[in-house]
């Protein structure tokens, strides 16, 4: 039975201003190959143009627990963060990633976003990886009813760009 992500009450789906699910299913890469393209925050912009202006943690690329960090995306100036769990995959566990990013500002500008991650290997020699965000404030609920959806779209992009890149490395 796949994993799900652990949710803190403030951000639990269909609750917030904004909800995205992506999610694939890939064979011929495994979560311990995929996972250092993901937790490595200077490999983002090699594969998802959607975020840029990197600020990594002092300590390291690779996001710990209670590491900030910033980072711009879907057009947003960069957004503090900070990592609420990072657990790499073992042959039985999946690798979690999640973080909470905001910007603060007046009730117009306000964003909040807990953004998610799973990469586990499945019974039959796949690998799933899954992402998804709650976002509130509105410039989310603006995001939500946005056609095309930016955020779904944008999300795919990254997990398409982390499955191309883990691939390519194997090549």
Same mark, same amino acid.
């Given at each position: 039975?796949?994993?799900? /992500?652990?949710?803190?009450?403030?951000?639990?789906?269909?609750?917030? @201003?904004?909800?995205?699910?992506?999610?694939?299913?890939?064979?011929?890469?495994?979560a311990?190959?995929?996972?250092?393209?993901?937790?490595? /925050?200077?490999?983002?912009?090699?594969?998802?143009?959607?975020?840029?202006? /990197?600020?990594?943690?002092? *300590?390291? #690329?690779?996001?710990?627990?209670? +590491?900030?960090?910033?980072?711009?995306t879907f057009?947003?100036? #960069?957004?503090?963060?900070?990592?609420?769990?990072?657990?790499? #995959?073992?042959? *039985?566990?999946?690798?979690?990633?999640?973080?909470?990013?905001?910007? @603060? !500002? +007046?009730?117009?500008?306000?964003? @909040?976003?807990?953004?998610?991650?799973?990469?586990?290997?499945?019974?039959? =020699?796949?690998?799933? /990886?899954l992402?998804?965000? =709650?976002?509130?404030?509105?410039?989310?609920?603006?995001? =939500?009813?946005?056609?095309?959806?930016?955020?779904?779209? !944008?999300?795919? +992009?990254?997990?398409?760009?982390?499955?191309?890149?883990?691939? +390519?490395?194997?090549?």
């Amino acid at each position: 039975m796949p994993s799900h /992500i652990i949710w803190p009450e403030k951000y639990l789906p269909g609750t917030t @201003d904004n909800y995205v699910s992506n999610e694939v299913i890939v064979k011929g890469i495994t979560a311990n190959q995929v996972w250092p393209y993901l937790a490595n /925050i200077t490999k983002w912009e090699s594969y998802y143009h959607n975020v840029s202006q /990197i600020t990594p943690p002092s *300590s390291s #690329p690779v996001l710990e627990k209670g +590491d900030k960090f910033s980072f711009s995306t879907f057009g947003f100036p #960069p957004l503090q963060s900070e990592v609420y769990e990072s657990v790499a #995959p073992t042959s *039985s566990t999946p690798g979690r990633l999640t973080w909470r990013a905001w910007q @603060d !500002g +007046d009730e117009d500008t306000f964003l @909040d976003v807990y953004h998610a991650w799973l990469v586990e290997d499945l019974d039959w =020699s796949v690998v799933r /990886i899954l992402t998804q965000e =709650s976002q509130i404030g509105k410039p989310a609920a603006q995001l =939500s009813t946005t056609r095309p959806n930016p955020m779904l779209n !944008g999300h795919q +992009d990254w997990l398409d760009g982390l499955v191309k890149t883990t691939k +390519d490395s194997l090549a």
